[in-house]
């Protein structure tokens, strides 16, 4: 199972950025960022494949960019104009398929980083 390491994540004033990074061990398929707010479910951010093509969160298009480095294995989300509503632990994770759009069958997850905003 391929082991995920995020990092980047930090406290920022709204209107700020911030990316995150995340390393993997191994080869993946496909790749995607997720995130959990207090009190709130886990939410899909963005997602991309081996191929580039990628898929947002309506909340976050427009100031979010998802980007892989195959050759690192590592994930970025750009994250740009935040807002408080952005704060949230953040984790990648590695999915086995492709499918409707986005990444598919998750089998492996970060630790989380966190990510605060503030207004």
């Known amino acids: 199972q391929v082991q995920l390491v995020e990092s980047g994540g930090g406290s920022v004033q709204a209107g700020g950025s911030l990316r995150l990074s995340c390393a993997a061990d191994g080869y993946t398929l496909c790749m995607g960022w997720f995130r959990q707010a207090p009190g709130k479910e886990r939410e899909g951010v963005a997602a991309?494949?081996?191929?580039?093509?990628?898929n947002y969160a309506y909340s976050v298009k427009g100031r979010f960019t998802i980007s892989k480095d195959n050759a690192k294995n590592t994930l970025y989300l750009q994250m740009n104009s935040l807002k408080p509503e952005d704060t949230a632990m953040y984790y990648c994770a590695t999915g086995l398929i492709w499918y409707g759009g986005t990444c598919n069958n998750l089998n492996a997850w970060g630790q989380g980083t966190l990510v605060t905003v503030s207004s």
């Open positions: 991309i494949d081996v191929d580039g093509n990628t």
